[in-house]
């Protein structure tokens, strides 16, 4: 798609446009159940803006969210982007330290913060409090803090038009990175807009549909979640932290709200088949489900299709970096033999994709190499990282190509196979071992529901390889019966050294599986087993 | 050498497998016919380590053709190859 043809300047004109062709319709629902229209949502969101500039706010200034998902988000994101400001959500859940490094490492001049974060944000030049207060008045406000209210009554504002560039910083993410120091992903209008656009031509989305937020505001799949329905004036239903981690209350919510397209990761999507009673409830609005993030077991993706065999799947792929660069529509029903994940498929058609090898050559069809992603969605760089960023692109053709740090190889008819993350590869006794390959085996066992393995450095060993898994509710099943399992699925090199079982697999904030936190547990354990 | 010799045999060897092997795991999960070469719960460098408790403990040699599944694969086998040759000797 050339440049010139994006129908928007900004992606606040989203909302503007769908402001004026759909004001009275809803376009964002509340955890709580209230509601605001196109209209409504705009003049909020100008009035945000009013404040904002009142205060100062510069263009590409950065602004922090810290709170949790509500309409009040929303008003925010939009009201930022009017002011030409970038916004930076954040985990409000995260450890006050965490939250306080990324607001600090860029620099934000402005926050919305829930009054339960209050403590953290107190010293940054201007905080907004939102969230129900603590006593009956404004007087619990922190000194110097502005009310969400109080700024809803602002004088409407927002840059001049057609001031907005393409190439203005939009949104700041941060990723943990598998390093775990968190690092601020910068990414522009022109990013969102390229991949939105490309959404739009893909999803066929309309008025009448109704999207689900699953995802937090910082992880990237908000983005789909987001703009996707403020450009074509659909009605978005934010799932709240509670509902979205509790199969059956989430469900209900997509039951009772006949959602049309539901987009999270597959963890959520196989929670929902194991544990959300489904059986229970009407999901004959549901013409779209998307998943990205991780690898979706077969298995559980197996059992949510046969609960939902009506909508289209696919599999979306692409880091925070790029957005969703490549995509497969998953056909269904799913063949009862089939074990191999299903491909991460094709291009989008903003994104060109490079598979080479170490030295940057291109691979044969059908080899494994790096892939490489070029495009407008593809990231500026690194909050203050230059080097970060210059090390992961190289030049050629005139196009900057990201390396995705991803492994895959192309076959003919599915487009590319997710072979792993380079960083997930281990060499032992000279065997190469992509360690996805040993947590799909583990997840062929009828009675595991949850598998993640990882390699730990060994003096003795080169490398110990630990599963964790996690088994169906009242399964029987020892670390035996899972190494003779290994044994019949996997060659004997890759069998896991040893297999622990837990009740459930920790997660992070986005709901992806936290191998940081296994891999420390797990070096802890090979450590003090030889003393 | 009395039967009794041959229950204490597998116990101990049970017991070794546990420790180096299976932390963690009940006992009653490891039979003395669960196959632990073939299965991986054995790698071959854990085979050697496997051989030199046996040799140690019950003052056998074992040879290089005698280290093979039919001998190590189970605890029942390598009993029985234990056994026989504290009998042969």
Redesign the interface.
């Known amino acids: 798609m050339s440049e010139t043809s994006y129908p928007v300047a900004n992606l606040c004109a989203y909302l503007e446009d769908s402001a004026a062709r759909f004001s009275d319709r809803v376009a964002v629902v509340d955890p709580d159940g209230s509601s605001v229209t196109y209209g409504e949502l705009n003049e909020r969101a100008n009035r945000v803006a009013g404040f904002l500039l009142g205060r100062g706010l510069q263009p590409g200034d950065r602004v922090g969210l810290v709170q949790p998902k509500g309409v009040t988000g929303v008003c925010a994101i939009f009201g930022i982007l009017k002011a030409r400001g970038a916004y930076v959500p954040v985990d409000y859940t995260a450890p006050p330290e965490r939250i306080r490094s990324i607001l600090d490492n860029c620099r934000v001049r402005a926050v919305f913060a829930d009054r339960r974060c209050a403590a953290v944000v107190a010293d940054i030049e201007t905080v907004v409090m939102t969230g129900t207060p603590a006593g009956s008045d404004s007087e619990s406000l922190p000194q110097g803090a502005f009310a969400w209210e109080k700024v809803l009554r602002s004088q409407p504002g927002g840059a001049e038009r057609g001031s907005h560039h393409l190439d203005d910083l939009a949104y700041i993410l941060y990723t943990s990175g598998s390093t775990g120091i968190p690092k601020g992903v910068t990414l522009t209008h022109r990013n969102a807009i390229s991949f939105v656009e490309w959404c739009n031509s893909v999803f066929n989305a309309n008025e009448l549909d109704r999207f689900s937020s699953h995802a937090p505001f910082h992880f990237d799949l908000s983005i789909l979640d987001i703009y996707l329905p403020m450009k074509q004036g659909s009605s978005l239903y934010l799932v709240s932290e509670e509902v979205g981690k509790n199969p059956q209350r989430m469900a209900a919510f997509i039951a009772s709200n006949r959602l049309t397209v539901w987009y999270s990761t597959p963890s959520i999507l196989s929670l929902l088949a194991e544990f959300g009673d489904l059986k229970k409830y009407d999901f004959s609005a549901l013409r779209l489900v998307l998943f990205a993030g991780e690898v979706f077991p077969v298995k559980h993706l197996r059992s949510i299709t046969r609960h939902w065999p009506a909508p289209v799947y696919f599999n979306l792929y692409g880091p925070t970096e790029t957005n969703v660069c490549t995509y497969a529509r998953i056909p269904t029903p799913i063949p009862d033999d089939r074990t191999q994940p299903y491909p991460i498929g094709w291009p989008c058609s903003h994104c060109e994709a490079l598979v080479v090898d170490y030295d940057l050559k291109p691979v044969k069809p059908g080899e494994e190499g790096l892939l490489y992603i070029a495009g407008p969605s593809v990231f500026a760089g690194y909050w203050g990282r230059a080097e970060d960023t210059a090390a992961l692109f190289f030049e050629r053709d005139g196009r900057r190509w990201y390396n995705t740090g991803d492994v895959v190889k192309e076959a003919p008819a599915d487009g590319f196979i997710y072979v792993g993350r380079r960083d997930r590869m281990v060499k032992r006794r000279g065997y190469r071992i992509e360690l996805g390959d040993i947590e799909s085996a583990l997840y062929r066992h009828q009675k595991v529901s949850e598998a993640a393995v990882v390699a730990i450095p060994d003096a003795d ?1 080169g490398v110990k390889i630990l599963a964790y898994v996690a088994t169906i509710p009242d399964a029987q099943l ?4 899972l ?2 399992f ?2 019949k699925v ?1 060659p ?1 090199y890759m ?1 896991p050294d ?1 297999i ?1 079982f837990r009740d459930s697999l920790p997660r992070t904030s986005t709901d992806k599986v936290d191998y940081q936190k296994l891999k420390q547990e797990s070096a802890a354990r090979v450590e003090s ?1 030889k003393t | 050498m009395s039967d009794q010799g041959a229950d204490q045999i597998k116990e101990e060897i049970r017991q070794y497998v546990l420790n180096e092997f299976l932390p963690g795991e009940k006992a009653s999960n490891l039979g003395d016919d669960t196959p632990l070469r073939t299965s991986g719960i054995v790698d071959s460098v854990g085979l050697l380590r496997l051989i030199d408790f046996v040799e140690e403990r019950y003052k056998i040699q074992v040879d290089a053709h005698e280290a093979g599944v039919e001998n190590f694969d189970r605890i029942e086998d390598m009993a029985a190859f234990i056994q026989k040759k504290r009998q042969g000797a």
């Open positions: 060993a020892s670390m035996v019966d190494k003779i290994c044994s996997l004997a069998s040893a622990l087993s």
